[in-house]
Each structure stands twice: as structure tokens, then as C-alpha cells.
């Protein structure tokens, strides 16, 4: 959890409360961690259950893994 707080800038209560769908989060967030775990972000909206990765990486933050 530590990971992703630092990877969004937030701290670790605020990643719990995205977890727990207690707040939501940015666009950016959101984009961020998909390039990062490297599936849709309709899959982490949980719009779809296909986590399949479509597009290429935007490089929004350099942390995130190709």
C-alpha cells in the first residue's frame, strides 16, 4: 500500500479509503494506476471484468511499470 501511496502522491489512509470506496480519486489517479497495474480503467471502475490493456502507456508518471 505504501507503493501506490507514493506512486499517487497520497498518503496510506487515503489509498485505504480508495480501497474501500469510502472517496474516489482524480483522473489522473486513476489513469496513473492503470498504467501501472496494466489493465483498463473501466476494469478498476469495474465498468468491465476484462482487465485486458488496450492502448499505450501516456508515461504519466515515471514510476509507473511498461
Known amino acids: 500500500m505504501t507503493d501506490i501511496a ?3 502522491d497520497i498518503s496510506t489512509t487515503q489509498v485505504n479509503d480508495l480501497e474501500k470506496g469510502k ?3 482524480s483522473l489522473q489517479r ?3 494506476l492503470a ?3 496494466r489493465v483498463s480503467t473501466d476494469y478498476l ?4 471484468d476484462d482487465p485486458a490493456w488496450r ?3 501516456t508515461g504519466q508518471h ?3 511499470s511498461f
Not at 45 to 48: A, F
Open 45 to 48: 471502475l469495474g465498468i468491465t
Open 62 to 64: 515515471p514510476k509507473a
Open 30 to 32: 486513476l489513469v496513473i
Open 55 to 57: 492502448g499505450e502507456p
Open 35 to 37: 498504467e501501472f497495474y
Open 23 to 25: 472517496t474516489g480519486t
Open 6 to 8: 507514493g506512486l499517487l
